[in-house]
């Protein structure tokens, strides 16, 4: 018996994803920008998806972009907002833990001459609003920080970060790398003052290579992937339809009896943790506080109800 224990490296694809998929890609094989009826029946998985991404993160239709996967996501969101606001300055502010997709781009968007700061953490993996609020300035123009840490799992209080950067520098624009969030907690972009968010699929039981980029209807980005003009001139090529509804799809299973899924998850935490504590020389990063063995169980449940969701 083989145990796999890296889901958030990749995860498998359902099997209802794979079906669905194989069945697209045999019978709904057209172009999406077609005009003749294969390319109509193609579409339509396109829209279905969008409607379900739409109904997940409460947004509009035209928020939802589909990109080749997270990191397209992310580069997509900061090198496109960087270009298209960099009359308003050239202050990019995120943190030291975010995914290399993140911190690439901010190197290479130094190197064009933004100035980016970089923010610490704290002894649980989380950004000290703060820190956040002692380096907002009139000139900064996006702040990018991830809703989990693919490390040590660390939930940052993006809620809290949103409201300091609006009430900050309401033109500041907040992107958050959701990779390892998305389908773990219930996120409301526009409740928590997101205004760009990025999604992968193979992170959520769908399939590699796609992704989402939500980008809020007022937030000014440019497009980096030129061509033909799909979606809306956003991100040019032909969408990759069994992808984008393989995606979909695993998004809405995920979603489906979601707190049921989550008290399980927080149950088998809770008692994975309890036992390694148990152990001589054993730390638990990511916990928010360095608790002993008998009382892992209450630190466990203060940071789950600490980040918990409402819809």
């Known amino acids: ?23 697209i890609m045999d019978r709904y094989y057209g172009n999406p920008s077609s005009m003749h009826m294969v390319g109509v029946e ?21 928020e939802i972009v589909y990109t080749s996967g997270g990191t397209e996501s992310d580069n997509m969101a900061l090198i496109g907002c960087a270009r298209a606001n960099q009359r308003a300055g050239k202050h990019i502010i995120t943190t030291k833990i975010e995914h290399p997709a993140v911190l690439e781009t901010c190197a290479y968007l130094e190197r064009e001459g933004y100035e980016v700061t970089y923010l610490d953490v704290d002894e649980s993996g989380c950004v000290r609003p703060e820190d956040l609020k002692a380096v907002l300035r009139d000139d900064t123009i996006l702040v990018s920080v991830m809703y989990v840490n693919n490390e040590i799992g660390s939930l940052q209080p993006i809620g809290e970060l949103g409201r300091i950067i609006k009430d900050r520098n309401p033109s500041a624009l907040f992107h958050v790398d959701a990779v390892q969030g ?4 219930r996120i409301n972009p526009k409740r928590e003052k997101i205004d760009l968010l990025s999604i992968s699929g193979h992170k959520i039981h769908g399939p590699k290579g796609v992704g989402v980029l939500y980008v809020n209807g007022k937030a000014k980005i440019q497009p980096i992937v030129f061509g033909g003009g ?27 009896d979601f707190d049921d899924k989550i008290d399980r998850l927080y149950e ?13 020389g054993v730390t638990v990063n990511g916990l928010p ?10 630190g466990c449940e203060k940071w789950d109800r600490k980040y918990r969701r409402d819809p």
């Open 1 to 23: 018996m083989r145990a796999y224990l890296d889901n958030s490296a990749t995860t498998r694809c359902f099997d209802e994803v794979r079906e669905y998929m194989s069945e």
């Open 42 to 62: 193609a579409e339509k998985h396109i829209r279905y998806a969008t409607d379900i991404f739409t109904g997940l993160l409460k947004a509009d239709a035209k």
């Open 182 to 185: 998305f389908g773990k907690v």
């Open 230 to 256: 799909q979606q809306r001139g956003l991100r040019s090529g032909t969408e990759n339809v069994p992808g984008i509804a393989g995606m979909a799809k695993a998004a809405q299973l995920l979603y489906s």
């Open 268 to 280: 088998l935490k809770t008692y994975f943790v309890n036992e390694l504590m148990k152990l001589d």
């Open 289 to 298: 506080e360095t608790v002993d063995a008998p009382e892992v169980s209450d």
